[in-house]
């Protein structure tokens, strides 16, 4: 699969301070360009990530095979998003879908919950899931992209299927959030409402 774009020497914000571009219409009635948001395996704030997706209008949520997993044990559904969200499953070897991304048809891309592999295979240029080929073509085509990492301090609470646990990121987990911080046309969020604000910066929210 293609790399994502190389790294750059300091954190760009391109990805907060570019409004979104205008709308228009595909023949289809689907608004074009749209939000690309893709779920990975993370359950972390998983069903406030699925209400954020739920209220930020149109959106093409491409959700992996482990998402689609996480989504059943959290006890969650996708159809009852509003009809505004299309649902994009894992369900091509070679990521088609992604091929949209160099239409024009969409002015941000949103990985999150971005787990610890997430996170590890876009800092090496690795795009072997739907969330990672996000990645990858996002930064081919220069659309902004937000991270919302999951593993981001020592010591943190996150909310399992059966309740909450506490979970300990390694250094190697910490650092590639931090390498990631580096790429391009990136922002790295790792809150609920760093997510929401930098969402409101891209009119989304």
């Known amino acids: 699969m293609p790399d994502p774009a190389p790294p750059s020497p300091a954190a760009d914000q391109a990805a907060s301070s570019r409004p979104a571009k205008a709308s228009r219409k595909r023949s289809t009635g689907l608004v074009l360009p749209r939000l690309a948001w893709a779920l990975t395996g993370s359950g972390h704030y998983f069903t406030e990530t699925l209400e954020l997706v739920a209220a930020a209008g149109e959106v093409d949520l491409f959700v992996s095979k482990a998402a689609a997993e996480v989504v059943s044990m959290y006890k969650q559904r996708l159809d009852t998003l509003p009809p505004s969200v299309r649902v994009i499953k894992d369900t091509t070897a070679s990521a088609a879908p992604i091929g949209r991304f ?6 941000t891309a949103i990985i999150g919950p971005a787990t610890s592999n997430t996170v590890a ?9 739907l969330a990672t080929n996000v990645f990858a073509h996002a930064g081919k085509c220069r659309v902004p992209t937000i991270v919302f990492a999951c593993d981001t301090a020592p010591e943190m609470d996150t909310m399992a299927p059966k309740g909450m646990v506490k979970v300990y990121p390694r250094r190697v987990d910490l650092e590639n959030v931090e390498r990631l911080r580096s790429f391009e046309d990136t922002e790295v969020v790792e809150t609920l409402d760093e997510l929401t604000a930098a969402m409101r910066r891209r009119k989304l929210a």
Not at 102 to 107: E, I
Request: glycine share 14%.
């Open 102 to 107: 160099y239409y024009g048809d969409y002015h």
């Open 121 to 129: 295979k876009c800092v090496y240029g690795i795009s072997d899931t």
